[in-house]
C-alpha cells in the first residue's frame, strides 16, 4: 500500500530551526511536494523535490533521499505565522498525491 | 504562480439541499482538476479526479451520484453537493493542473456546513 509517515505534531521556539520528517511508500514516485497549510485554508506550495539532495528557497530547505523513502523540510529563523501544518506529499506512478495527515508546527515566543 | 479560484468560500445550507461549488484555472488551463475533502485534524482525500470533456473518476467509497463534478471547459469544474446531509459538512479544496505541468495549484478551499 501506500503510505507517508510524519510526526503529529512538533513545538519550536521563534528564531530558531525546525526540522520535519517524512517517510513514505508508493507505487512508484514522481518527485515530492511540500504544502503548508494554516487552519481553515487550502494548501499553499512550498516545495517539489524529484532528484536527490537538497533544495535550498530563503528560509526553507527541503531534502530528499529516493532510495530511503525520506525527505525532510527545514524551518529556519522561524516565525510566529509559520505555525502550520506541513504536508509532505509525495507523487505516485500515476501522478498523483499521495496524503499524509501533515505535521502540525507550533511556535512559541 | 497559477492561481486558481474556487467560490464560494464559505456556505451554508438546509439539509436536503444540493450546493454547487466552482473552480476555475485564472490564467492556465486546467486539463485536469482535482476535488478534494478535508475533516479537521485529517489529511486531504481525494474525492475525484476530471479531465477537461471527459467523465470524473471517482475514488472508492465517494458516490458519484451525490457529488457531481463537472469539468466542460479548460478554466472550469464544479462540484455539485445533492441532496446534502449534515455529515457532507466539511472542507472542499479544489486543484488544477496543466498538460505537461507536474504541480497542481490549489483553489482557496469551501467551508461547507449543513443545518
Known amino acids: 500500500g501506500q503510505n507517508i509517515d510524519q510526526p503529529t505534531e512538533m513545538t519550536a521556539t521563534e528564531g530558531a530551526i525546525v526540522q520535519i520528517n517524512c517517510t513514505y511508500q508508493t507505487s512508484g514516485f514522481n518527485g515530492l511536494f511540500w504544502y503548508q497549510q494554516h487552519a481553515g485554508e487550502a494548501p499553499t506550495f512550498l516545495s517539489y523535490?524529484?532528484l536527490d539532495g537538497l533544495e535550498e528557497k530563503g528560509r526553507f530547505s527541503s531534502f530528499l533521499s529516493r532510495s530511503k523513502g525520506y525527505s525532510y523540510l527545514l524551518l529556519k529563523e522561524l516565525q510566529m505565522k509559520d505555525s502550520a501544518s506541513y504536508l509532505c506529499?509525495?507523487?505516485?506512478?500515476?501522478?498523483?498525491?499521495?496524503w499524509g495527515a501533515g505535521t502540525k508546527l507550533i511556535i512559541k515566543p | 504562480g497559477a492561481v486558481v479560484s474556487q467560490h464560494p468560500s464559505w456556505v451554508i445550507c438546509k439539509s436536503g439541499t444540493s450546493v454547487k461549488i466552482e473552480c476555475r484555472s485564472l490564467d492556465f488551463q486546467a486539463t485536469t482538476m482535482f476535488w478534494y475533502r478535508q475533516f479537521p485534524k485529517q489529511s486531504l482525500m481525494l474525492m475525484a479526479t476530471?479531465?477537461?470533456?471527459?467523465?470524473?473518476?471517482?475514488e472508492q467509497g465517494v458516490e458519484k451520484d451525490k457529488f457531481l463534478i463537472n469539468h466542460a471547459s479548460l478554466t472550469l469544474s464544479t462540484l455539485t453537493v445533492t441532496s446534502a446531509h449534515p455529515e457532507d459538512s466539511s472542507f472542499y479544496i479544489c486543484?488544477?493542473?496543466?498538460?505537461?505541468?507536474?504541480?497542481?495549484?490549489f483553489g482557496q478551499g469551501t467551508r461547507l456546513t449543513v443545518v
Open positions: 486543484s488544477a493542473r496543466s498538460r505537461g505541468i507536474t504541480e497542481a495549484f
Open positions: 476530471s479531465n477537461e470533456g471527459s467523465k470524473a473518476t471517482y
Open positions: 506529499a509525495p507523487m505516485d506512478s500515476n501522478y498523483q498525491l499521495i
Open positions: 523535490n524529484v
